[in-house]
């Protein structure tokens, strides 16, 4: 419970990732550097200023287990009645493993769901050592070519991919492919396809989630006194994301949603 | 076991048709009821005033003139014009005279009224001089009284003058018994009364003011028989001539005779719920549970094979359409606090049988299915949820409010129940609870509640505090000492109790002042024969006949005073960034952020009682001087800049609403600052004092009557509504929200307590974010929460409807304990609700 990390927010009475009503946790600090990404202030583990509504803000916190768990557990009541729990994300909440293990295992111990959203950057040594406290593993997976993953992030995905199908042969976690649906990095059917079926090859994996690239980061960005790498890309149509969906549905056996 | 068919039937094309002719005008005052009444006075002069009551029913349904709407199957309308008005003499009437050239153009509920309508109502007011309810109420009054409601602190406008209304009664006992039946109780009771009894005179005149009031209704309904005859005598088409017939042969039955069928059941109880607003103009009166008392009715007719679902949730949505046709207009005041039009008819389904289980059932669905494809504010329909609730129910439920109507409101029978029984109440009778109005739980058919008895604005006290009981020049309350001479945040919280107490009490003499006139002026024996004991005590519901008694006026304003006893704690006692004087000071300075008329005026005249003190003489034109002085006055900039580092040392404060203990245990106590000692007080009807905390939509006209608040609110800004949080001052998310609302003690708020929460569509898209938003209520209900009600709509839509009102006409809000148009709400009203936190989704 003493053991400490970084954080830069909480969010409560998040519907979107995960099963129910549930509190997320942001571990600042990312090995990826996504050119889409909406939390730029996530991606340094460095803490640091933001403008937030003409106000200097400061992203990142030191923070015991004990002290996130005290604000999770206000909203028990709300993930008894909806099954929901607690989320971390990020960043990579792997690139703090000793926090990120803490925090699940405090939250199993007294019964609450647990969830993550990563894309399993890290040694598969890591990964092990949290799936006994892990219900929900919200994997992402970006793109299949390890070139192109490169160049709109910043690193291959060859780890990444290969850890997936280690989590899944574990059969320790229920495993969730997720896919942020970018305009002009790999929204083609045929480049979604191939994210599909290769989760479709990940045994026990029934479901994938495509999320539709959004612009709500750009103010970050200037916040921060960066420039937004996606300039005025606008974000996928609904009737793509919808054809898209059919093309997983065509494709694989997976339950596929839009949005999470 | 789970017997019940939750399956939608499609809207029947009839009801978009009534819809639109029912607004297709704006509403129109019309003088018939104040003629006729007034004419039945003249004529019953020296009677016992419940026989004039009576007599006076009697002669407005004999000669109001009637109408059946085309296409209706349910019949019955007050007025010809559809949503028309009557107006009520006899409880006030001067207040119309005065805004007779600006009803038709205020913002807020707007009337037509003609030339000749004028004319008539001002010669049948004429005979009310000195007659009214309201005028005797105010005899009744302590002069400190009226000294208190002079500066605002509480208005008990609505039964000062009007009728009270807040009322279920027995359309069960209609619906099986008939009025026959009703009749026959009251013969039965009058063989019992023996001339040697001493309440034998008052007792017979009741009954037989009861037995007349019944003949009045059923002769009543009988002129609808005659009249669907004609129409269908003249009618072209067959099959409506049909329909007519069968109206005609239904009005000649009910309510006269028990109903048999579910259409007989449906129209009985619309002339019961219409008559009862033809007798007085109290409004909430209460529906009550529909499902429940309609059930047996529908259930013998499917039984029997002779009513389709179809034609029953058509008839369900004609009563539907038949609920938004009443309507009231009240002074514009009352209408700024009351906006929308509403008559706060509160129509609950589900919860539990008396016998404590689930009471579901198939009207339970198709309640709800009638509000969907009506989609107009009335009923004001809720649900009842509890631990063994359907959660099919209460997704049906969420799947509507989902639509952004406002509807439905969500009771937790887990509080309700016990805060009752804590009352006084059976357990099978708390089990059987609807609701009135916005939000107040009582029993029905057996309580006189007096809901909504006042609004109390909390924060008045707290201003007191600090201008040691002065108000606008002159001594308004008790004084408390001076404020910078305090040592402690105890003395500080004390002087707020003491303020709190003194003006309680005379909120008390207020409302039992009001209670005493209307027993005397206005007691009502058709309402009172359908309310246990009336016809056993032989008195009427005004007189303490009923069962059950309360008063419950309603305070508010509880986050603004939590988060303003929290500054006073914090910056003046804890941490000592900010002198008493300071605050005190910034308060009156508007935190330098200028000043409005009211607060000049308030200002000069607190100049001019100095002035006075020295020996100066204080003339109008002074008053008039010193107000442009400080409307022009500039702050020096140093004086300026230390109010907005005030501003800003409160605004880093932590606020009521954010799930913070601290905070949230202020203002837990600060509620029982209102809570506990009003329930020590006595009504005239031999009832108890229990408080509510809600303020209906008054936070917005009151708090246009509050200067600036410790909390950082500035001059008559709103207050914050019911229960929830400063509006904006909630940044931790719905849950968050809901804790701190949860913390505060609800149960001895047993008149009732309101959370408004605003959601954004996108928080509830899907079938899991239905099964969320329904977990989210559970959750907050878990924590012993008492009420919730939702707007769901999105700020930009809010926005192009108060610029674009006439593409919004069917938008239909949450206000408080209620459902109104969005754009028939006055500009400050709709500024407060997009102002409300918007829930929505995360990232």
């Given at each position: 419970?003493?053991?400490?990390?970084?954080?830069?927010?909480?969010?409560?009475?998040?519907?979107?990732?995960?099963?129910?009503?549930?509190?997320?946790?942001?571990?600042?600090?990312?090995?990826?550097?996504?050119?889409?990404?909406?939390?730029?202030?996530?991606?340094?583990?460095?803490?640091?200023?933001?403008?937030?509504?003409?106000?200097?803000?400061?992203?990142?916190?030191?923070?015991?287990?004990?002290?996130?768990?005290?604000?999770?557990?206000?909203?028990?009541?709300?993930?008894?009645?909806?099954?929901?729990?607690?989320?971390?994300?990020?960043?990579?909440?792997?690139?703090?493993?000793?926090?990120?293990?803490?925090?699940?295992?405090?939250?199993?111990?007294?019964?609450?769901?647990?969830?993550?959203?990563?894309?399993?950057?890290?040694?598969?040594?890591?990964?092990?050592?949290?799936?006994?406290?892990?219900?929900?593993?919200?994997?992402?997976?970006?793109?299949?070519?390890?070139?192109?993953?490169?160049?709109?992030?910043?690193?291959?995905?060859?780890?990444?991919?290969?850890?997936?199908?280690?989590?899944?042969?574990?059969?320790?976690?229920?495993?969730?492919?997720?896919?942020?649906?970018?305009?002009?990095?790999?929204?083609?059917?045929?480049?979604?396809?191939?994210?599909?079926?290769?989760?479709?090859?990940?045994?026990?994996?029934?479901?994938?989630?495509?999320?539709?690239?959004?612009?709500?980061?750009?103010?970050?960005?200037?916040?921060?006194?960066?420039?937004?790498?996606?300039?005025?890309?606008?974000?996928?149509?609904?009737?793509?994301?919808?054809?898209?969906?059919?093309?997983?549905?065509?494709?694989?056996?997976?339950?596929?949603?839009?949005?999470? | 076991?789970?017997?019940?068919?939750?399956?939608?039937?499609?809207?029947?094309?009839?009801?978009?048709?009534?819809?639109?002719?029912?607004?297709?005008?704006?509403?129109?005052?019309?003088?018939?009821?104040?003629?006729?009444?007034?004419?039945?006075?003249?004529?019953?002069?020296?009677?016992?005033?419940?026989?004039?009551?009576?007599?006076?029913?009697?002669?407005?349904?004999?000669?109001?003139?009637?109408?059946?709407?085309?296409?209706?199957?349910?019949?019955?309308?007050?007025?010809?014009?559809?949503?028309?008005?009557?107006?009520?003499?006899?409880?006030?009437?001067?207040?119309?005279?005065?805004?007779?050239?600006?009803?038709?153009?205020?913002?807020?509920?707007?009337?037509?009224?003609?030339?000749?309508?004028?004319?008539?109502?001002?010669?049948?007011?004429?005979?009310?001089?000195?007659?009214?309810?309201?005028?005797?109420?105010?005899?009744?009054?302590?002069?400190?009284?009226?000294?208190?409601?002079?500066?605002?602190?509480?208005?008990?406008?609505?039964?000062?003058?009007?009728?009270?209304?807040?009322?279920?009664?027995?359309?069960?006992?209609?619906?099986?018994?008939?009025?026959?039946?009703?009749?026959?109780?009251?013969?039965?009771?009058?063989?019992?009364?023996?001339?040697?009894?001493?309440?034998?005179?008052?007792?017979?005149?009741?009954?037989?003011?009861?037995?007349?009031?019944?003949?009045?209704?059923?002769?009543?309904?009988?002129?609808?028989?005659?009249?669907?005859?004609?129409?269908?005598?003249?009618?072209?088409?067959?099959?409506?001539?049909?329909?007519?017939?069968?109206?005609?042969?239904?009005?000649?039955?009910?309510?006269?005779?028990?109903?048999?069928?579910?259409?007989?059941?449906?129209?009985?109880?619309?002339?019961?719920q219409q008559v009862l607003q033809i007798e007085s103009s109290g409004h909430s009166i209460s529906p009550g549970r529909f499902d429940q008392y309609m059930y047996p009715y529908y259930e013998k007719d499917r039984q029997a094979g002779i009513l389709t679902r179809e034609y029953a949730q058509e008839l369900i949505d004609c009563i539907?359409?038949?609920?938004?046709?009443?309507?009231?207009?009240?002074?514009?005041?009352?209408?700024?606090?009351?906006?929308?039009?509403?008559?706060?008819?509160?129509?609950?389904?589900?919860?539990?049988?008396?016998?404590?289980?689930?009471?579901?059932?198939?009207?339970?669905?198709?309640?709800?299915?009638?509000?969907?494809?009506?989609?107009?504010?009335?009923?004001?329909?809720?649900?009842?949820?509890?631990?063994?609730?359907?959660?099919?129910?209460?997704?049906?439920?969420?799947?509507?409010?989902?639509?952004?109507?406002?509807?439905?409101?969500?009771?937790?029978?887990?509080?309700?129940?016990?805060?009752?029984?804590?009352?006084?109440?059976?357990?099978?009778?708390?089990?059987?609870?609807?609701?009135?109005?916005?939000?107040?739980?009582?029993?029905?058919?057996?309580?006189?509640?007096?809901?909504?008895?006042?609004?109390?604005?909390?924060?008045?006290?707290?201003?007191?505090?600090?201008?040691?009981?002065?108000?606008?020049?002159?001594?308004?309350?008790?004084?408390?000492?001076?404020?910078?001479?305090?040592?402690?945040?105890?003395?500080?919280?004390?002087?707020?109790?003491?303020?709190?107490?003194?003006?309680?009490?005379?909120?008390?003499?207020?409302?039992?002042?009001?209670?005493?006139?209307?027993?005397?002026?206005?007691?009502?024996?058709?309402?009172?024969?359908?309310?246990?004991?009336?016809?056993?005590?032989?008195?009427?519901?005004?007189?303490?006949?009923?069962?059950?008694?309360?008063?419950?006026?309603?305070?508010?304003?509880?986050?603004?005073?939590?988060?303003?006893?929290?500054?006073?704690?914090?910056?003046?006692?804890?941490?000592?960034?900010?002198?008493?004087?300071?605050?005190?000071?910034?308060?009156?300075?508007?935190?330098?952020?200028?000043?409005?008329?009211?607060?000049?005026?308030?200002?000069?005249?607190?100049?001019?009682?100095?002035?006075?003190?020295?020996?100066?003489?204080?003339?109008?034109?002074?008053?008039?001087?010193?107000?442009?002085?400080?409307?022009?006055?500039?702050?020096?900039?140093?004086?300026?800049?230390?109010?907005?580092?005030?501003?800003?040392?409160?605004?880093?404060?932590?606020?009521?609403?954010?799930?913070?203990?601290?905070?949230?245990?202020?203002?837990?106590?600060?509620?029982?600052?209102?809570?506990?000692?009003?329930?020590?007080?006595?009504?005239?009807?031999?009832?108890?004092?229990?408080?509510?905390?809600?303020?209906?939509?008054?936070?917005?006209?009151?708090?246009?009557?509050?200067?600036?608040?410790?909390?950082?609110?500035?001059?008559?800004?709103?207050?914050?509504?019911?229960?929830?949080?400063?509006?904006?001052?909630?940044?931790?998310?719905?849950?968050?929200?809901?804790?701190?609302?949860?913390?505060?003690?609800?149960?001895?708020?047993?008149?009732?307590?309101?959370?408004?929460?605003?959601?954004?569509?996108?928080?509830?898209?899907?079938?899991?974010?239905?099964?969320?938003?329904?977990?989210?209520?559970?959750?907050?209900?878990?924590?012993?929460?008492?009420?919730?009600?939702?707007?769901?709509?999105?700020?930009?839509?809010?926005?192009?409807?108060?610029?674009?009102?006439?593409?919004?006409?069917?938008?239909?809000?949450?206000?408080?304990?209620?459902?109104?148009?969005?754009?028939?709400?006055?500009?400050?009203?709709?500024?407060?609700?997009?102002?409300?936190?918007?829930?929505?989704?995360?990232?």
């Amino acid at each position: 419970m003493n053991v400490s990390g970084r954080i830069f927010d909480i969010q409560r009475y998040s519907i979107h990732d995960g099963a129910g009503i549930r509190t997320i946790i942001f571990l600042k600090g990312c090995a990826l550097r996504c050119r889409w990404c909406c939390n730029p202030e996530s991606q340094s583990f460095e803490i640091e200023p933001m403008m937030v509504q003409g106000r200097r803000k400061i992203m990142g916190r030191d923070i015991t287990v004990m002290e996130v768990m005290q604000t999770v557990k206000r909203d028990m009541p709300y993930y008894s009645r909806s099954e929901g729990g607690l989320t971390l994300s990020g960043g990579e909440c792997l690139l703090q493993p000793e926090f990120a293990r803490a925090l699940l295992k405090a939250a199993k111990d007294i019964g609450i769901n647990t969830a993550i959203e990563s894309m399993g950057f890290a040694s598969y040594e890591t990964i092990e050592g949290i799936l006994p406290y892990l219900d929900t593993y919200l994997m992402d997976i970006k793109h299949m070519n390890p070139q192109k993953h490169a160049l709109f992030t910043g690193k291959e995905n060859t780890l990444m991919l290969e850890n997936a199908r280690k989590i899944a042969a574990s059969g320790l976690t229920q495993l969730i492919i997720r896919v942020p649906v970018v305009p002009g990095f790999n929204e083609t059917p045929e480049e979604i396809r191939a994210i599909a079926e290769f989760a479709a090859s990940l045994p026990g994996v029934e479901q994938i989630h495509l999320l539709p690239y959004h612009s709500y980061g750009r103010g970050k960005y200037e916040g921060l006194g960066r420039e937004y790498p996606m300039g005025d890309t606008e974000p996928p149509s609904f009737e793509h994301m919808q054809r898209l969906k059919e093309t997983v549905e065509l494709h694989t056996r997976l339950y596929c949603q839009i949005g999470g | 076991m789970v017997t019940y068919n939750s399956t939608p039937v499609v809207k029947s094309p009839r009801i978009s048709r009534l819809v639109e002719h029912l607004f297709a005008k704006m509403p129109e005052i019309e003088a018939a009821r104040a003629e006729l009444i007034t004419e039945s006075y003249q004529q019953t002069e020296g009677l016992p005033v419940i026989i004039r009551k009576a007599r006076a029913l009697e002669h407005m349904l004999n000669n109001l003139p009637i109408i059946i709407r085309p296409e209706e199957l349910i019949v019955g309308s007050t007025t010809l014009a559809p949503r028309g008005c009557q107006t009520y003499p006899e409880f006030s009437y001067e207040w119309l005279e005065a805004e007779f050239d600006t009803v038709e153009r205020r913002s807020a509920d707007p009337f037509y009224i003609s030339e000749d309508t004028k004319q008539r109502l001002l010669k049948a007011n004429a005979y009310w001089k000195g007659k009214t309810t309201s005028e005797l109420a105010t005899s009744y009054m302590a002069p400190e009284t009226l000294r208190a409601m002079k500066h605002n602190f509480f208005t008990p406008g609505n039964y000062f003058y009007n009728g009270v209304g807040h009322v279920t009664v027995q359309y069960d006992q209609v619906l099986s018994l008939g009025l026959r039946g009703i009749k026959e109780k009251a013969g039965k009771e009058m063989e019992q009364c023996q001339f040697g009894d001493a309440d034998y005179s008052t007792k017979m005149r009741f009954l037989e003011a009861v037995v007349m009031s019944c003949d009045a209704v059923i002769a009543y309904a009988n002129r609808y028989a005659v009249l669907a005859e004609e129409m269908a005598g003249r009618e072209q088409n067959a099959e409506r001539r049909q329909e007519l017939m069968t109206i005609a042969g239904i009005c000649k039955k009910v309510p006269e005779y028990p109903a048999e069928g579910f259409q007989e059941a449906c129209q009985s109880f619309w002339f019961i719920q219409q008559v009862l607003q033809i007798e007085s103009s109290g409004h909430s009166i209460s529906p009550g549970r529909f499902d429940q008392y309609m059930y047996p009715y529908y259930e013998k007719d499917r039984q029997a094979g002779i009513l389709t679902r179809e034609y029953a949730q058509e008839l369900i949505d004609c009563i539907w359409v038949k609920l938004n046709d009443l309507n009231k207009c009240r002074d514009a005041a009352s209408a700024e606090g009351f906006a929308g039009y509403s008559l706060f008819q509160n129509l609950i389904v589900g919860g539990q049988t008396p016998d404590g289980r689930d009471a579901t059932n198939d009207l339970s669905f198709m309640c709800i299915d009638a509000s969907h494809h009506v989609f107009l504010p009335q009923p004001s329909l809720s649900i009842r949820v509890w631990n063994g609730s359907s959660k099919e129910l209460l997704l049906r439920a969420a799947e509507l409010t989902r639509t952004g109507i406002g509807l439905p409101a969500y009771y937790n029978d887990e509080v309700i129940i016990p805060a009752l029984i804590n009352r006084g109440i059976s357990l099978d009778d708390a089990r059987g609870y609807n609701i009135i109005g916005c939000v107040e739980p009582q029993v029905p058919g057996k309580t006189d509640g007096w809901h909504d008895a006042a609004f109390f604005n909390m924060c008045r006290p707290l201003e007191m505090v600090f201008s040691n009981g002065y108000d606008a020049g002159e001594l308004a309350s008790i004084q408390t000492g001076d404020v910078e001479s305090f040592q402690t945040f105890e003395e500080f919280y004390q002087a707020y109790e003491k303020q709190m107490n003194y003006n309680i009490s005379l909120l008390v003499n207020a409302d039992n002042a009001i209670d005493v006139a209307h027993a005397k002026l206005c007691p009502l024996p058709f309402l009172s024969c359908l309310v246990d004991d009336c016809m056993k005590k032989g008195t009427s519901v005004q007189e303490g006949g009923a069962v059950y008694n309360f008063t419950g006026p309603q305070g508010f304003g509880i986050a603004n005073v939590a988060d303003s006893l929290y500054t006073v704690k914090k910056l003046v006692f804890e941490e000592k960034k900010v002198t008493m004087g300071e605050l005190k000071r910034a308060l009156s300075m508007n935190f330098g952020k200028g000043f409005d008329e009211i607060t000049a005026r308030e200002i000069a005249l607190q100049v001019g009682q100095e002035m006075a003190a020295q020996g100066q003489e204080v003339t109008e034109a002074v008053i008039a001087a010193t107000i442009q002085q400080v409307l022009t006055m500039e702050i020096p900039e140093a004086e300026k800049r230390r109010y907005q580092e005030i501003l800003d040392l409160i605004d880093d404060l932590p606020k009521f609403g954010n799930d913070l203990d601290e905070v949230d245990s202020l203002a837990r106590e600060a509620a029982y600052v209102y809570t506990r000692p009003l329930q020590q007080y006595k009504n005239p009807r031999g009832g108890i004092f229990h408080a509510g905390l809600y303020p209906v939509s008054a936070n917005v006209p009151l708090g246009a009557q509050t200067g600036a608040t410790p909390d950082g609110r500035l001059a008559h800004t709103p207050v914050a509504d019911g229960v929830s949080p400063s509006s904006g001052k909630d940044v931790n998310g719905p849950t968050a929200a809901c804790n701190s609302v949860a913390r505060l003690d609800h149960s001895i708020a047993s008149n009732g307590t309101l959370f408004n929460m605003k959601m954004h569509p996108t928080a509830m898209s899907g079938q899991k974010g239905l099964e969320n938003f329904v977990s989210l209520i559970r959750g907050y209900f878990d924590q012993k929460g008492m009420h919730m009600q939702f707007n769901v709509v999105d700020r930009q839509t809010l926005l192009d409807a108060q610029k674009n009102p006439e593409k919004y006409s069917g938008l239909v809000v949450r206000v408080a304990g209620y459902s109104a148009l969005f754009t028939t709400l006055s500009k400050s009203l709709q500024d407060d609700i997009i102002r409300r936190t918007e829930q929505a989704v995360n990232r």
